[in-house]
């Protein structure tokens, strides 16, 4: 028959060799880790988190931004915001003798080492101490396992730690830096992910839940419960429907943090530092913030059912360049590209670049503010043929001012005044401004004064802040470089780009609620209750609006679109954009009427009046030596403007040949104020300047002829089908 002592002498033997191994080499690792044991105040500083916090430029909190996604550790919770509950739990499970011993809890290690000598289970060794020494010493974590060497390594550091630091220091550590359950680190975590609190809001019930999982974060819900079943009756209370309330807490499939601000996410990806503090400042103003992502929120929710999803806004100011709100995105709840950062994509910026062809030709002279521009049909012969500018409205009104032009953003005449500047000329100023246009002048020809080319919401809404600031070009504050923006051109980059009298000029323009009132009307989204600079923007087939402008303290941008490119449904700038736009300058406003911009020196006013009476007389701007008291039409010749001699129409096979028209038109006043006559093939057709006709295949001649029938000038043109 086997004694009851067979076999112990050989487990006694075999556990001596092992300790005297263990003592033989742990005494010098253990000092080199005693040597190299951090500091309370360092292990607290250096607390590896998983999420940082963005805070606006008042230190509120904007944005919990997840940076590890392997583990979940939030922010370091002194040990007096720590439930009392959760420290009786914790110490009741892992550590009864925590203060009275000196790292080592001696009776248990007793208890544990004939446990194993016969085979019993019971309670591990390991103090609190013990257990923060292996999560500090990354040499005793990596190795794993309960060995012996193992213990006893941090047991050495366990004397090392009572003898440097407190007690509460020790235990504050502690459940700070234990693992729990899954991606879980530290009670913190754990506490707001698994019951959606802070841990001075743990009950009894839930602490013991936490205790039990620190020696099996992951066993399964039984086990969990009967484990904190014992505490909880060790602590004098129940356990009726524990078991229930263990599940449902472990069904949890979010692991979110609850009540964390969540309004800037891509400004957060974009400035928070991983290697920061774990609360970051930042120049964004929360107030600024929220209502900018609630007003584009409740503007995408009233166009329901047009097609549009996305949208950005992005305020600056003006003076320091600092960011006061940065919205990337309408959110997931809106989009199905919620982590795209619309502030920094690339899309066609439509008519909001036109300000800078007016500016540029202003400061060189070439037109005034009462300039009168031709806006009638034109054909531009380019590399790839005809190209056919057209209004929004597809209406033409003759001799215009290049206030109401630029105001009611008439295609034409700005393709035209491109034309005059060069699309080079035009490419290089846009690019001295920030926008990183990747070709040529040349590449994009007379179609860049429409917005052909693609451009960022940050790098056009600084643009304008350069015209705000009367032609003076800064990069935007940002503590570090983006896609569109180079460190090189951030902030203290500052150079004058385009001429102060001529960025005042244009800014007038653009805040004359008359100027715009053929287009907008009088009472559109673009008219606020102070002085306001503002421009609107459409691209091809409704892909993108826009709408960017600026006070004398901020610049504000918005786009709304689709991030797909997918066109939106009948919705324009001053339906899509403008109205984000007014709701958030008003809020930037609230505390009071912005100062008016003055004007530079070299700018002059003078009461202008029109000869032919095109428009009412006005006190205009003017740069100092280019003023007049009568502008005058540049003649009144008649001329056919379309078609040109020789041209070759196509018609389109993607629309009914029935939808289909070609406008015929010409340019100046007959004598006498006659109404030109259209003759087509040999058969007068219609009268007036401008004729729409419904294009036939073949060859055609069409004649323009005076009140007296006589033929002022004629052409030949041809039309080919769709086939």
């Known amino acids: 028959?086997?004694?009851?002592?067979?076999?112990?002498?050989?487990?006694?033997?075999?556990?001596?060799?092992?300790?005297?191994l263990a003592l033989f080499g742990i005494g010098s690792a253990g000092a080199a880790g005693a040597e190299e044991l951090p500091s309370f105040a360092q292990t607290r500083a250096s607390h590896p988190l998983s999420d940082l916090q963005l805070l606006d430029r008042r230190?509120?909190?904007?944005?919990?931004?997840?940076?590890?996604?392997?583990?979940?550790?939030?922010?370091?919770?002194?040990?007096?915001?720590?439930?009392?509950?959760?420290?009786?739990?914790?110490?009741?499970?892992?550590?009864?003798?925590?203060?009275?011993?000196?790292?080592?809890?001696?009776?248990?290690?007793?208890?544990?080492?004939?446990?194993?000598?016969?085979?019993?289970?019971?309670?591990?060794?390991?103090?609190?101490?013990?257990?923060?020494?292996?999560?500090?010493?990354?040499?005793?974590?990596?190795?794993g396992g309960r060995s012996v060497t193992q213990k006893l390594g941090q047991a050495w550091v366990a004397g090392r730690l009572e003898k440097r630091w407190t007690k509460a220091q020790i235990l504050e550590a502690y459940l700070n830096r234990v693992p729990l359950r899954g991606e879980l680190v530290g009670v913190p975590a754990a506490s707001q992910a698994l019951f959606g609190k802070r841990p001075g809001g743990l009950d009894a019930r839930e602490s013991a839940l936490l205790a039990a999982m620190l020696r099996g974060p992951n066993a399964p819900a039984d086990t969990l419960a009967a484990r904190a079943c014992g505490v909880l009756r060790a602590m004098g209370q129940g356990c009726d429907g524990l078991v229930d309330e263990?599940?449902?807490?472990?069904?949890?499939?979010?692991?979110?943090?609850?009540?964390?601000?969540?309004?800037?996410?891509?400004?957060?990806r974009l400035v928070l530092r991983a290697d920061g503090p774990p609360a970051q400042r930042s120049t964004l103003d929360a107030t600024w913030q929220r209502v900018a992502v609630q007003s584009l929120r409740r503007h995408l929710a009233e166009l329901s059912g047009r097609q549009v999803e996305d949208g950005a806004v992005l305020v600056l100011d003006n003076a320091s360049g600092e960011v006061r709100a940065w919205v990337g995105s309408s959110g997931s709840q809106w989009s199905d590209a919620a982590q795209v950062d619309h502030v920094l994509a690339r899309r066609q910026p439509g008519s909001t670049l036109k300000p800078f062809l007016y500016e540029l030709a202003i400061e060189r002279?070439?037109?005034?503010?009462?300039?009168?521009?031709?806006?009638?049909?034109?054909?531009?012969?380019?590399?790839?043929?005809?190209?056919?500018?057209q209004n929004y409205d597809k209406q033409y009104r003759g001799w215009i001012s290049a206030r109401a032009s630029l105001g009611n953003s008439l295609n034409v005449p700005a393709?035209?005044?491109?034309?005059?500047?060069?699309?080079?000329?035009?490419?290089?100023?846009?690019?001295?401004?920030?926008?990183?246009?990747?070709?040529?002048?040349?590449?994009y020809g007379p179609s860049l004064a429409l917005g052909s080319a693609d451009v960022t919401l940050l790098a056009?809404?600084?643009?304008?802040?350069?015209?705000a600031n009367g032609g003076q070009y800064a990069g935007v504050s940002l503590p570090r470089s983006t896609p569109s923006q180079p460190a090189a051109s951030q902030r203290g980059d500052s150079r004058r780009v385009a001429d102060p009298r001529a960025s005042f000029i244009v800014g007038d323009i653009l805040a004359d609620n008359s100027a715009r009132a053929l287009t907008f009307g009088l009472s559109s989204a673009l008219a606020l209750p102070?002085?306001?600079?503002?421009?609107?923007?459409?691209?091809?087939?409704?892909?993108?609006n826009w709408c960017i402008g600026w006070t004398s303290r901020f610049t504000v941008g918005v786009w709304v679109g689709n991030s797909s490119g997918e066109a939106m449904h009948q919705v324009s700038g001053v339906s899509g954009a403008a109205p984000v736009w007014r709701e958030v300058m008003l809020a930037l406003h609230a505390g009071g009427v912005p100062p008016t911009i003055r004007p530079p020196a070299g700018v002059v006013a003078q009461d202008t009046r029109f000869d032919t009476g095109q428009e009412p007389a006005r006190r205009e701007w003017f740069v100092a030596g280019t003023e007049q008291a009568v502008i005058q039409a540049a003649g009144t010749s008649v001329a056919l403007s379309n078609p040109v001699d020789g041209a070759?129409?196509?018609?389109?096979?993607?629309?009914?040949?029935?939808?289909?028209?070609?406008?015929?038109?010409?340019e100046g006043r007959l004598e006498r104020g006659g109404v030109a006559a259209w003759r087509l093939d040999g058969q007068v057709i219609g009268r007036g300047p401008t004729w729409d006709w419904l294009p036939m295949p073949g060859r055609h001649e069409l004649a323009l002829l005076d009140a007296s029938g006589r033929v002022l000038q004629q052409v030949r043109f041809e039309v080919r089908g769709a086939g």
């Open 1 to 20: 028959m086997k004694q009851p002592w067979a076999g112990c002498s050989h487990r006694l033997a075999r556990w001596g060799r092992t300790l005297a």
């Open 59 to 143: 230190g509120e909190p904007l944005q919990t931004l997840r940076v590890d996604p392997s583990r979940r550790v939030l922010a370091w919770v002194p040990l007096d915001q720590m439930s009392p509950s959760l420290l009786r739990a914790m110490l009741l499970s892992e550590d009864q003798h925590f203060y009275e011993h000196s790292g080592v809890d001696w009776s248990a290690v007793a208890a544990s080492a004939w446990g194993n000598l016969w085979n019993t289970r019971t309670r591990g060794a390991s103090t609190v101490t013990m257990q923060l020494a292996g999560l500090l010493d990354q040499d005793l974590a990596r190795r």
């Open 246 to 268: 263990v599940g449902a807490v472990l069904r949890r499939k979010s692991l979110s943090v609850a009540d964390a601000p969540q309004w800037a996410p891509h400004y957060a």
């Open 365 to 389: 002279r070439l037109i005034t503010a009462a300039s009168l521009l031709d806006d009638s049909p034109a054909q531009i012969a380019t590399g790839g043929g005809l190209y056919l500018p």
């Open 415 to 443: 393709v035209r005044l491109s034309l005059m500047l060069t699309p080079e000329a035009v490419f290089e100023r846009l690019n001295a401004l920030g926008l990183q246009l990747p070709e040529t002048g040349g590449f």
């Open 460 to 467: 056009l809404t600084n643009a304008y802040r350069a015209l």
């Open 530 to 544: 102070f002085p306001a600079s503002v421009k609107t923007g459409t691209s091809k087939d409704m892909r993108d």
């Open 648 to 666: 070759i129409y196509a018609l389109d096979p993607d629309i009914p040949p029935t939808a289909q028209r070609l406008r015929f038109a010409h």
